[in-house]
C-alpha cells in the first residue's frame, strides 16, 4: 500500500517488531499492546485492507495466514489449552489498522468473547 500503512512498514523493515514467525508470504509479530499473555498479529505481506478483501481477493494467501496463525499457536504452546484466532473487521469490527491481520490471543482463560451483552 505505501508509506501510510503501519503494517506495509513493518514488513517493509522501517519499523521495528518482535517477529516470531516469517514465511515467504505471511509475518508473524507480537502485538505492542497485548490483550492476552500471547497476543502475536498475523499479516499477509502484500496489503488487503481487510479480511473480506483478502479473502475474495486471494482465497491462497487467505489460507496462508491461517496456516501461519495455525503454527503460531503451536509454537507458543497454545494447542492444548487453547486460543482465541480472531480477525476485527471495519471500524463497526472494531478494526484499527487497515491492512488485514489475525489476532492470536491464549496463554489464559479468554473470558466471553464480546465485552458486553446484547441482552
Do not use: W
Not at 56 to 72: I, M, N
Amino acid at each position: 500500500m505505501g508509506s501510510d500503512c503501519l503494517f506495509c512498514r513493518i514488513v517493509a523493515g522501517e519499523i521495528p517488531a518482535t517477529v516470531v514467525r516469517e514465511t515467504p508470504t505471511t509475518l508473524a509479530f507480537r502485538d505492542i499492546d497485548p490483550k492476552a499473555p500471547v497476543h502475536v498479529l498475523v499479516v499477509p505481506k502484500e496489503h488487503y485492507a481487510d479480511v473480506a478483501t483478502l479473502g475474495q481477493g486471494d482465497p491462497a494467501l487467505a489460507g496462508e495466514v491461517l496456516a501461519t496463525a495455525a503454527a503460531v499457536a503451536e509454537d507458543q504452546g497454545l494447542l492444548g489449552d487453547g486460543f482465541r484466532l480472531m480477525f476485527n473487521t471495519g471500524a463497526y469490527g472494531g478494526q484499527e489498522v487497515f491492512h488485514v491481520h489475525a489476532h492470536v490471543l491464549g496463554g489464559a482463560p479468554l473470558g466471553p468473547m464480546l465485552a458486553r451483552s446484547l441482552g
